[in-house]
């Protein structure tokens, strides 16, 4: 499957983005999608992931309460909303999928997309 990243940009602190994510070359509902994010010189760290239809999702602490992450399989996407966003959310943002498992560490991810830059101002 291959995976394209959309919609990081600038945005001040405490506001949104939507980052979007869509899939091709397979079917999109037989994989576990998740977003993953990570700082120059750091791991990568998970920020959430939703089951296989949709059913289940986990988010890291950090970001609990603040986004929100959804799939519309008709249309191979998945989606994370952003919202409240700090200067520490800044990242690249990476879109991964899984076929086996909901998984939380990127070692379980047998496919990424690009990455999409997300700048938080304060």
């Known amino acids: 499957v291959q995976l394209v990243e959309s919609g990081g940009g600038l945005v001040q602190a405490g506001g949104s983005l939507r980052l979007s994510c869509v899939a091709s070359?397979?079917?999109?509902?037989?994989?576990?999608m998740a977003w993953f994010r990570q700082v120059s010189g750091k791991e990568r760290d998970f920020v959430a992931v939703?089951?296989?239809?949709?059913?289940?999702?986990r988010y890291a602490d950090s970001v609990k309460g603040r986004f929100s992450i959804s799939r519309d399989n008709a249309k191979n996407t998945v989606s994370l909303q952003m919202n409240n966003l700090k200067a520490e959310d800044t990242a690249v943002y990476y879109c991964a999928a899984d076929r086996l498992r909901v998984a939380l560490r990127s070692s379980e991810y047998d496919y990424w997309g690009q990455g999409t830059q997300v700048t938080v101002s304060s």
């Open positions: 070359g397979s079917t999109f509902n037989e994989y576990v």
């Open positions: 939703i089951s296989w239809n949709g059913g289940a999702t």
